[in-house]
């Protein structure tokens, strides 16, 4: 059986993140899908992440690492989406209420959606991005 590059199986490891986020946010989510179809995005899409990215992962030297590029790509910006929702668009004021926690000042956490949260998948597009990108240990890298 033929050895897995490291830059495939850290994608397959952002695949299985994908596939436990969309469980996990279904339910976070759960109470506000009803009033606000954009809780459904990241939901939608770390479940077509986890789907294509196993297929993605079977063509991986043919086509599926460029697709993969292109699937996180679109992580980046389901991540900045998330970010200006759970801060209703108010980017700076999210931070500020973030960070009242450290002068004693902040107002009831559970009110508000989590301020940073949806920046966790901004970072895992940017780390597949990287992964898909790069060669680590194929014969192709140790070549001079």
């Known amino acids: 059986m033929k050895r897995w590059p490291f830059e495939k199986l850290v994608v397959l490891g952002l695949?299985?993140?994908f596939a436990t986020l969309m469980a996990d946010l279904r339910y976070d989510h759960n109470h506000v899908m009803?009033?606000?179809?954009?809780?459904?995005?990241?939901?939608?899409?770390?479940?077509?992440?986890?789907?294509?990215?196993v297929i993605?992962?079977?063509a991986w030297d043919s086509w599926g690492r460029r697709a993969l590029i292109a699937f996180f790509a679109a992580g980046i910006v389901v991540g900045?989406?998330?970010?200006?929702f759970h801060n209703s668009g108010h980017l700076v004021s999210g931070l500020r209420l973030l960070f009242s926690v450290w002068t004693g000042k902040s107002p009831d956490p559970v009110a508000k959606p989590p301020v940073l949260a949806p920046l966790a998948f901004?970072?895992?597009?940017?780390?597949?991005?990287?992964?898909?990108?790069?060669?680590?240990?194929?014969?192709?890298?140790?070549?001079?």
Do not use: D
């Open 34 to 53: 009803r009033k606000h179809a954009a809780a459904l995005i990241p939901i939608y899409y770390s479940g077509g992440m986890a789907l294509l990215g």
């Open 80 to 84: 900045l989406l998330g970010y200006w």
């Open 122 to 144: 901004a970072g895992m597009g940017a780390l597949g991005i990287l992964a898909c990108t790069t060669r680590c240990n194929s014969p192709r890298a140790a070549a001079p």
């Open 56 to 58: 993605c992962l079977t």
């Open 15 to 17: 695949i299985f993140g």
